[in-house]
Nanobody
Framework: QVQLVESGGGLVQAGGSLRLSCAAS????????MGWFRQAPGKEREFVAA????????YYADSVKGRFTISRDNAKNTVALQLNSLKPEDTAVYYC??????????????????WGQGTQVTVSS
């Protein structure tokens, strides 16, 4: 069982930055992909970014490419999401998630089998 705990959300003005962190525990993660999703009120959960724990290859949604950066710290078992140039439409609850790597980066939430509790990001205009 994988346990994921997010932190780092908050309120920021448009154009500002935040750094989200996800602490992972419960097993060895070398065979996993770690992802970030977000969900705004009344909308479906949306893929943001993912990173393969082994090797560090990454994949981003077009809507955040060039603004957000996903990274991992193997020694601390944490995954971070750096959010820059934030826009009001980035407002959402951000979730950390994990799935076993099988040759693909999944971008649909149902493919991820472990989730954190979420952290709120609010961007004011």
């Amino acid at each position: 069982q994988v346990q994921l705990v997010e932190s780092g959300g908050g309120l920021v003005q448009a154009g500002g930055s935040l750094r989200l962190s996800c602490a992972a525990s419960g097993r060895t993660f070398s065979s996993y992909v770690m992802g970030w999703f977000r969900q705004a009120p009344g909308k479906e959960r949306e893929f943001v970014a993912a990173i393969r724990w082994s090797g560090g290859s990454t994949y981003y949604a077009d809507s955040v490419k060039g603004r957000f950066t996903i990274s991992r710290d193997n020694a601390k078992n944490t995954v971070a999401l750096q959010l820059n140039s934030l826009k009001p439409e980035d407002t959402a609850v951000y979730y950390c998630a994990a799935h076993r790597y099988s040759g693909f980066f999944y971008t649909v939430a149902r493919r991820y089998d472990s989730w954190g509790q979420g952290t709120q990001v609010t961007v004011s205009s």
